[in-house]
């Protein structure tokens, strides 16, 4: 197209020359054929003669049609930028992509680096090993071949007497070895994590290890406190101020090979029992387990079914035990939350009959605190308080009260409350034992039952919770007292029984399911 456009162009300005020059005389106008090989927009331009010059010469110029393109604002393109930036030397608008596809297999080896090798030294197939095994090669295809009279080299030459090891044993032997050993070439790597520590399981657990001396674990049976237990030490000012008896983790050599454990079950011993070759269990583990084997649990001898009551064990363990029962009930009480046992009190409701009568029975038995007996008959409870006093001539409490409270009653639960706030200052135990319960031959209508059941059992529970639980001292015990006719299996509504189970049950709701029973 620019070639028949350049010679139209040529043309025409040759016939406008002509037509001025009709009035000249007459000259030879000379054309010249283009060439070929040229590039598309190069081309000459018609050589002009002359007016001043008296000779033939003719004058050309050689210039580039470079074609300017004009804006489209309906293409988009990147064309011309990276044109131009490739002609400037702009780098700034050369653009990189980057593509990946998922069916592709990920860069790597496949397996991972699990075969990986490492060659340091000759490789491996012109090592001193690979020259005599391809040597045995060469002489077997010999014997079955033939020799072909070909010189295979100096490594090629075999000996007339066979030898019966193979390469692998020539390598690495001692008396015919071919050459330096062979370095390993896999990469075989060996990670531990060290944070565990290396002590025996069996002796920290029960204190007794099969292996003894020989075994490659510490003997250790130290206890090691968390960092958030040595934090609080510091802040309460505790910290370090145990190792002050230095005696204080000692042990005695008759107690040193002695388990606290039994070896069996890995929890303390339930009338512990030794076998011939001293080794202690627990009675009930050791029969059970001499029903299935004779052999002892430990070191397989035969036991011949005879377990004898360990009782100088028995003595020492019970010892031990009282000794980490009064520190575990210390440990971690503050010095204001230690109180002596004589400070202690326990209240009990409804305890003028049933079980709360034995609940305040046992507790005058046991407790050394002050107990106290409620119910909301005063003459019953006082009543009651005279016959544990003469039942139990030799009390371990500090003193027995009797005191009339009525849960059902708000106002009786604020006194109640109230009292003790002054006398006392705190509530340790707490045993919600007080109901009541109509005879299935009652003659009390139903709706009036459930009212007066729900008052007691449930709203009066619940003020008592209510009213004395800001009393409870630090780690003091509450006990509710309830009835087996109250298991959740009983209940023959699956929809109330799902309501009751669920575990977003709220006291509202609760409150509601209780006054749409009654209703």
């Known amino acids: 197209l620019y070639i028949r456009r350049f010679v139209l162009l040529s043309f025409v300005v040759c016939l406008f020359k002509a037509m001025e020059d009709d009035q000249k005389p007459t000259q030879s106008v000379a054309f010249k054929k283009r060439s070929t090989s040229r590039q598309h927009g190069v081309s000459m331009r018609k050589r002009y003669g002359s007016d001043d010059s008296s000779s033939d010469e003719e004058e050309s110029c050689v210039f580039s049609m470079i074609k300017q393109r004009k804006m489209n604002p309906m293409v988009q393109s990147t064309l011309k930028n990276n044109a131009k930036a490739e002609k400037q030397g702009d780098l700034s608008a050369v653009k990189f992509s980057y593509a990946s596809s998922p069916l592709e297999e990920r860069a790597g080896p496949s397996d991972m680096g699990a075969t990986l090798t490492d060659q340091r030294e000759t490789e491996r197939d012109k090592d001193a090993r690979a020259q005599f095994e391809r040597a045995q090669k060469l002489q077997k295809d010999r014997k079955t071949k033939g020799d072909d009279k070909l010189y295979q080299g100096i490594n090629a030459y075999g000996g007339y007497i066979e030898k019966k090891d193979s390469a692998a044993g020539n390598a690495f032997s001692g008396v015919f070895c071919k050459g330096p050993l062979r370095a390993p070439e896999f990469v075989r790597r060996s990670v531990r994590w060290d944070y565990r520590p290396d002590i025996c399981k069996d002796y920290k657990e029960t204190g007794f290890c099969g292996f003894g001396d020989s075994c490659i674990f510490l003997h250790d049976r130290s206890d090691y406190k968390h960092g958030w237990e040595l934090e609080r030490d510091w802040e309460k000012g505790r910290y370090g101020k145990d190792d002050e008896d230095v005696h204080k983790y000692e ?239 009983k209940i023959s509504n699956e929809d109330l029984k799902k309501r009751l189970e669920s575990a977003d049950l709220k006291m509202e709701n609760l409150n509601s399911i209780v006054n749409h029973f009654v209703e």
């Open 251 to 489: 042990i005695s050599d008759e107690e040193e090979e002695l388990p606290f454990k039994c070896l069996i079950c890995r929890n303390s011993f339930t009338d512990p029992v030794v076998t011939r070759c001293k080794h202690y269990f627990c009675e009930k583990c050791a029969l059970e387990h001499s029903r299935k084997t004779m052999k002892c649990f430990v070191c397989q001898k035969n036991t011949m079914g005879i377990f004898a009551p360990s009782k100088e064990h028995i003595s020492r363990l019970g010892n031990k035990h009282n000794k980490e029962q009064d520190v575990s009930d210390s440990e971690g009480l503050d010095a204001e939350d230690v109180f002596v046992m004589d400070n202690k009190v326990a209240l009990v409701t409804g305890a003028n009959k049933g079980i709360g009568y034995a609940i305040a029975k046992g507790l005058c038995k046991l407790f050394t605190g002050t107990v106290y007996l409620t119910a909301r008959n005063e003459e019953l409870g006082k009543d009651a308080v005279v016959r544990i006093i003469a039942e139990v001539p030799k009390r371990a409490c500090k003193e027995l009260r009797f005191y009339q409270l009525d849960i059902s009653d708000k106002d009786s639960v604020i006194r109640a409350k109230e009292y003790l706030m002054k006398e006392h200052g705190r509530i340790d135990i707490l045993i919600n034992n007080a109901g009541i319960a109509f005879k299935c031959n009652s003659t009390v209508p139903f709706g009036e039952q459930a009212f007066e059941t729900m008052k007691v059992n449930y709203w009066g529970t619940k003020q008592v919770c209510e009213q004395f639980f800001p009393l409870l001292s630090p780690h003091a015990r509450v006990v509710i007292v309830a009835s087996q006719l109250g298991l959740l299996k």
